[in-house]
Every structure is written in structure tokens, then in C-alpha cells.
């Protein structure tokens, strides 16, 4: 009987997909267990073709501060101008904070 040749990329594959949060090292040490011999940086290169690296990216749930309404910018606007500047208006509200 002929025996198939083993692919690491597969095994690698396989463990990833059982144990998906699971590190580099945790999976070559799982195949280590099974007698299968990879490093790191094939897991690595495998995960990342796989698409279970790390996401990049904003959070979600998480939103640019959308909250304040037209009106509410206009009047900020008004205060810094009056105040002098965008730089008086923070020192002057980071000083009201430490008041209260």
C-alpha cells in the first residue's frame, strides 16, 4: 500500500481550524506531539494565507464621536473664537474640569 506523503501546510491547517485561538508557538507544539516537525514562521506564513492572523481595523462598536450635532460644533466655534483660539479654549475647560 502506498503511503500518502504528509502535508505540513494541511496538518498546520487542520490544527488551526481545531484550535483557532491557539498562538504560533501552541500549534507547533501540538504538531510537535503528534511527531509533525514545523517552525514558527511556516504557521505563521499558513495562518496569515489562511486569513486568521490578527485583524486590523477600527473595533467594532466604536464610532468617531458623531454625537455632537451642527449647532453644537457652530457654538464650540463661537467659544473659541472668543476665547482666542482653539489652545485658550482648552486651557480655559481643562481649568474648569479641575474646578469642579
Known sequence: MARRKLNKSEAIR??????PRAGT????????EQGITVTPQLVSNVKARMGAGKKRGRKPG???NSEMTVS?????????????????????????????
Open 72 to 100: 453644537q460644533l457652530e457654538a464650540a466655534a463661537d467659544f473659541a473664537k472668543r476665547m482666542g483660539g482653539v489652545q485658550k479654549a482648552s486651557a480655559a475647560l481643562a481649568t474648569l474640569e479641575r474646578l469642579r
Open 62 to 64: 466604536r464610532r468617531a
Open 14 to 19: 487542520s490544527e488551526v481550524t481545531k484550535h
Open 25 to 32: 508557538s501552541g500549534i507547533v507544539q501540538l504538531l510537535g
